[in-house]
């Protein structure tokens, strides 16, 4: 299911990135930084499951962070 998930968010913030990088509509921006930060932090569930801690926490807490600026971005940028 992880691996499901991790699959649409990764391709559905890369469509957003190249979308955003060849029309130049940055009001995308705070939509293609959620699904980066969905997509970062189930590879960190995925790897906490693998047992590699280390790494899978800072996945986690990376993604939670690009989670915290796109909503930041949503509240106070629209």
């Excluded at 691996?3 to 060849?22: G, N």
Aim: proline share 0%; charged share 10%.
């Amino acid at each position: 299911m992880l691996r499901i998930l991790d699959t649409v968010f990764s391709l559905a913030s890369f469509v957003l990135f190249t979308y955003v990088l060849v029309m130049q509509e940055f009001k995308w921006v705070e939509l293609m930084m959620l699904m980066a930060g969905l997509s970062i932090g189930i590879m960190g569930i995925g790897e906490i499951q693998r047992n590699h801690k280390g790494r899978g926490w800072l996945l986690l807490s990376a993604g939670l962070l690009w989670l915290y600026s796109s909503l930041q971005g949503f509240l106070f940028f629209h």
